[in-house]
């Protein structure tokens, strides 16, 4: 409560006298002070002037900064009548009538202040901005949305059914409309020699992009008129790495400005200024070399042309090439050609049956071989089943023979696994590993 009576005591203060809420900042002589009258006020006493001097330094310590810093600026005379003024002021609101009124404005506004906390707060309806608004302030007054009465499509099913119409009505420009457009068509004319620039334009069909406003413009200094040769060479000095010495073309674009046209009448100033200044016989330029040094020369390997077929080789070669396709035939009909793959067929299919063969022999061999009691004895054919390869898968020959029986065999490398095997104390297989 102590609070809000400090902020309203102001308020108060100034609705009673309505002389104390003068401007602080104003010149001091369009103030009127409270004891200010018509008739002048009688002479007081008049006090030393050290005692002034340090009575207005206490008064300027009072003030707030922006009135301090106006009141230094005054002269001491003008010090002494604003300090009069504010000692006025000061006895004006002392006094017990003006005390008693601002006490009773405080309280009038204090009790105001109650009743409107005491007063319900009304709720403001929420505003629910509707379709049209899509999300913005409403300004255009359309308000809320009515209530939906199904009587009507959902938003989507409106969007189909415009996304319809355009169709449609595109399908009706190109049934009637388009075909009218033959009778406008012109027939092509190529550009002669009185045009010799070639302008070139970007377009991205009605989007916007930065590279549509540029425009690039290609000519050939042979093409301009009225230029010598001399004038020529200036020009394509003059425009330095933008002519192009294999195509003998000069390229040159501007995207300077926002439209094509400005960009289009910027490079047509351009070139008119070069052909003045190549045209100009003040300086030709003739001792300043030519500078290609920016250009990659393509330098790419030609096919000789000698290397070339010429009617006459390609009928020598397709002879040379019936008559060996006829050797190859009656060689094959005498049965003089050897057919590759068949002589190795054939040399498989025989050492599979020796194969065969050889195993056959080392079964009857072996079954003969057996003593009273059972035992097989050693014999060549064993040895020499072996030495064929039928222990040695991979075909390694040599080794050393069994123990008790063997001797050092010998044998190659490679092969179906073929070698020979010697025992000191007799015959004995040899193990091929």
């Given at each position: 409560?102590?609070?809000?009576?400090k902020?309203?005591?102001?308020?108060?203060?100034?609705?009673?006298?309505?002389?104390?809420?003068l401007?602080?900042?104003?010149?001091t002589?369009?103030r009127?002070g409270?004891?200010?009258?018509?008739?002048?006020?009688?002479?007081?006493?008049?006090k030393p002037l050290a005692?002034?001097k340090?009575e207005?330094?206490r008064?300027?310590?009072?003030?707030?900064?922006a009135?301090?810093?106006?009141?230094?600026?005054l002269?001491?005379?003008?010090?002494?009548?604003?300090k009069a003024?504010?000692?006025?002021e000061?006895?004006?609101?002392n006094?017990?009538?003006v005390q008693?009124?601002?006490n009773?404005?405080?309280?009038?506004?204090?009790s105001e202040?109650?009743?409107?906390?005491?007063?319900?707060r009304?709720?403001?309806?929420?505003f629910?901005?509707?379709i049209?608004?899509?999300?913005?302030?409403?300004e255009?007054?359309?308000?809320e949305?009515?209530?939906?009465?199904q009587?009507?499509?959902?938003?989507?099913a409106?969007?189909?059914?415009?996304l319809q119409?355009?169709i449609?009505?595109?399908?009706?420009?190109?049934?009637?409309?388009m075909?009218l457009?033959?009778q406008h068509?012109?027939?092509?004319?190529?550009?002669g020699?009185?045009?010799p620039?070639r302008f070139?334009?970007?377009?991205y069909?009605?989007?916007?992009?930065?590279?549509?406003?540029?425009?690039?413009v290609?000519?050939?200094?042979?093409?301009?008129?009225?230029?010598t040769?001399?004038q020529?060479?200036?020009l394509?000095k003059?425009?330095?790495s933008r002519?192009?010495?294999e195509?003998?073309?000069?390229?040159?674009?501007?995207?300077?400005?926002?439209?094509?046209?400005?960009n289009?009448?910027y490079?047509g100033?351009l070139?008119?200024?070069?052909v003045?200044?190549?045209?100009?016989?003040?300086?030709t330029?003739?001792?300043?070399?030519?500078?290609?040094?920016?250009?990659?020369?393509?330098?790419r390997?030609?096919f000789?042309?000698?290397?070339?077929?010429?009617a006459e080789?390609?009928a020598?070669?397709?002879?040379?090439?019936r008559?060996s396709?006829?050797?190859?035939d009656?060689?094959?009909?005498q049965g003089?050609?050897?057919?590759g793959?068949?002589?190795?067929?054939?040399?498989s299919?025989a050492?599979?049956?020796?194969a065969?063969?050889?195993?056959?022999?080392?079964?009857?061999?072996?079954?003969?071989?057996?003593?009273?009691?059972?035992?097989?004895?050693?014999?060549?054919?064993v040895?020499?089943?072996?030495?064929r390869?039928r222990?040695?898968?991979?075909?390694?020959?040599?080794?050393?023979?069994?123990?008790?029986r063997?001797?050092?065999?010998?044998?190659?490398?490679?092969?179906?696994?073929?070698?020979a095997?010697?025992?000191a104390?007799?015959?004995?297989?040899?193990?091929?590993?």
């Amino acid at each position: 409560m102590s609070l809000i009576m400090k902020r309203m005591w102001p308020v108060a203060r100034c609705s009673v006298c309505q002389a104390a809420c003068l401007n602080r900042t104003a010149p001091t002589s369009r103030r009127r002070g409270f004891g200010s009258t018509t008739t002048r006020p009688q002479q007081k006493e008049e006090k030393p002037l050290a005692q002034v001097k340090a009575e207005l330094q206490r008064h300027a310590a009072r003030l707030d900064p922006a009135a301090r810093a106006e009141f230094e600026t005054l002269s001491h005379e003008e010090k002494i009548e604003y300090k009069a003024e504010d000692d006025a002021e000061e006895a004006h609101f002392n006094t017990p009538a003006v005390q008693t009124r601002i006490n009773a404005e405080v309280s009038s506004a204090f009790s105001e202040y109650l009743k409107e906390m005491e007063e319900p707060r009304q709720k403001k309806a929420r505003f629910v901005p509707g379709i049209m608004a899509m999300g913005e302030e409403d300004e255009e007054g359309t308000g809320e949305d009515d209530e939906f009465k199904q009587d009507d499509i959902s938003s989507t099913a409106h969007a189909n059914l415009g996304l319809q119409r355009d169709i449609r009505e595109y399908a009706r420009i190109a049934a009637w409309e388009m075909p009218l457009l033959s009778q406008h068509a012109k027939p092509f004319v190529a550009p002669g020699a009185d045009r010799p620039l070639r302008f070139r334009y970007t377009t991205y069909l009605g989007e916007q992009h930065p590279a549509e406003r540029k425009v690039v413009v290609e000519f050939s200094p042979a093409g301009i008129p009225d230029l010598t040769e001399v004038q020529r060479n200036k020009l394509i000095k003059l425009v330095g790495s933008r002519y192009n010495p294999e195509k003998d073309a000069i390229k040159m674009s501007c995207e300077m400005f926002e439209a094509q046209a400005q960009n289009k009448r910027y490079l047509g100033d351009l070139i008119e200024t070069l052909v003045t200044e190549a045209k100009d016989p003040t300086d030709t330029f003739e001792d300043v070399p030519f500078d290609f040094r920016h250009h990659d020369f393509n330098n790419r390997p030609k096919f000789p042309q000698s290397w070339l077929l010429t009617a006459e080789r390609k009928a020598y070669l397709e002879t040379v090439r019936r008559e060996s396709n006829l050797l190859e035939d009656s060689r094959v009909q005498q049965g003089l050609l050897i057919d590759g793959a068949a002589q190795i067929q054939k040399a498989s299919l025989a050492a599979t049956v020796a194969a065969n063969v050889g195993d056959a022999r080392e079964v009857r061999e072996t079954r003969g071989a057996r003593g009273a009691n059972g035992a097989t004895l050693p014999i060549a054919g064993v040895a020499a089943a072996r030495a064929r390869g039928r222990a040695a898968p991979r075909g390694r020959g040599g080794g050393m023979g069994a123990s008790g029986r063997g001797g050092l065999g010998t044998g190659a490398w490679g092969g179906p696994g073929t070698g020979a095997g010697a025992g000191a104390g007799g015959r004995s297989p040899t193990w091929n590993r």
